[in-house]
C-alpha cells in the first residue's frame, strides 16, 4: 500500500525530461496528485540552501522533502516517489537492490552531467 503523506518534490523544470517525467507522475499518481507538491530548485533554491542543499547540487538530482522534514536524495527519492504509485512499487524495489542502485546512480549522474553542460549550467 502506497504510502500518501504529503511530499514536496525538488526538480529542475527548466529540463524539459525533467517536466516530462513530472507530468507522467501527476498523471500516474491520480487521485494522490494533490499530496505531491512540485516544486522547481531555481525559484526554491534559498530553501534548499536552509536544509543544508547546495543549489548546484539540487540541479543534479532530484530531491524530496517528507512531511516530517527530512531529505531523500537521489535514487531514494525516486523510490520514494515510485512507492507512491501501485503500478511503479515492484519498480521501486528493483532499482533499491544494491548493485543495480549503484548502477543506476552511476548512470544517472553522467547524464545530468551531460545535459547540464549541454545546456551551459554545469558549474564545476
Known amino acids: 500500500m502506497p504510502n500518501n503523506t504529503p511530499i514536496n518534490v525538488f ?11 513530472r507530468r507522467r507522475y501527476e498523471h500516474w ?4 496528485a494533490a ?5 522547481d530548485v531555481s525559484e526554491h533554491h534559498q530553501a534548499l540552501q ?5 543549489p548546484d547540487m539540487a540541479l543534479r538530482s532530484l530531491h524530496i ?10 535514487i531514494d527519492a525516486y523510490r520514494l ?3 507512491r504509485i501501485p503500478l511503479l512499487v ?3 524495489w528493483i532499482i ?3 548493485g543495480i542502485k549503484s548502477g543506476l546512480r552511476a548512470l544517472y549522474d553522467v547524464w545530468v552531467k551531460r545535459r547540464l553542460k549541454k545546456q551551459g549550467r554545469w558549474s564545476c
Do not use: F, N
Open 96 to 98: 533499491g537492490l544494491p
Open 50 to 54: 536552509q536544509k543544508g542543499v547546495d
Open 35 to 39: 499530496e505531491i507538491t512540485w516544486l
Open 81 to 83: 516517489l515510485m512507492k
Open 65 to 74: 522533502e517528507t512531511e516530517s522534514g527530512q531529505l531523500v536524495e537521489g
Open 11 to 21: 526538480y529542475d523544470a527548466r529540463c524539459p525530461l525533467c517536466r516530462k517525467e
Open 90 to 92: 515492484p519498480v521501486a
Open 29 to 32: 499518481s491520480g487521485r494522490h
